[in-house]
């Protein structure tokens, strides 16, 4: 089985990190520890937030929210994140930018989508192919 990532946000200056091994030490930044993000599945709104994905064969374009996501400097997807197999592909995103990326996955399998919103933190949706 697979394992899902651990994204650490710290509280005092922001550093977002995703842990790629757990030797068991718990992440430190600022001298205390981070805190583990949890995803959110789903959005009271239904509309902003969960990564919305269009699969085209071995690729896929994410979008975020069905309907676009606010991408203003007060408000906005910092990320876009790919899982699949042992491939993690990540778009960094600012605002102005269109709230989407596109990525090459595996023809069949698990694609885990994640994304960041600076002010409702971190979402996700899985896809089978």
Known sequence: MKKQPDFYRCSICGNLVGKIEDSGIDMLCCGQPMDKLVANTVD??????????EVNGDTITVRVGSIDHPMVPEHYIQWICVMSGDRVQRVSLSPGQEPAAIFTVPESGQV????????HGLWKTTINK
Request: with cysteine; proline share 6%; charged share 30%.
């Open 112 to 119: 885990d989508v994640y994304e960041y919103c600076n002010l």
């Open 44 to 53: 009271a709104s239904k509309e902003k937030h969960v990564p919305a994905v």
